[in-house]
């Protein structure tokens, strides 16, 4: 009965750690991706400002106005940190806001 119970929690805890490991690269993979050819002006918030500090998630050289929100000017920019062959000059350029009624963030695209 004992060995029986074992075995199971233990199956049990291989499956769900599995599925765990995957969603979990799969949301790294799908952050890194999602800024892959926009550079944050700034710095993120959350998990996102935990990759962009490990330099996995590149940062823009863009003024922000802090506020109205946005870019200061649409001027030529320098991404810091891009991945790998990617472009490390680009224009600063205002994104949507992050969550409804927000202020638009600042990003340096790629050119």
């Known amino acids: 009965m004992f060995k029986r119970r074992s075995t199971s929690l233990l ?10 490991i995957d969603q979990g690269l799969a949301y ?6 999602q800024y892959s050819h ?22 823009g050289g863009c003024e922000v106005d802090t506020r109205k929100g946005g870019c200061s000017n649409s001027r030529a920019c320098d991404i810091t940190d ?21 202020l638009p963030g600042c990003a340096c695209i790629a050119k």
């Open 82 to 102: 891009p991945p790998s062959g990617g472009a490390t000059k680009g224009k600063c350029t205002d994104t949507p806001p992050a969550r409804p009624g927000g």
């Open 11 to 20: 199956v049990l805890t291989g499956l769900l750690g599995m599925f765990g």
């Open 38 to 59: 926009a550079a944050p002006c700034g710095k993120l918030p959350g998990f996102a400002g935990l990759l962009q500090a490990a330099h996995f998630v590149p940062s």
């Open 28 to 33: 790294v993979g799908s952050t890194i991706a």
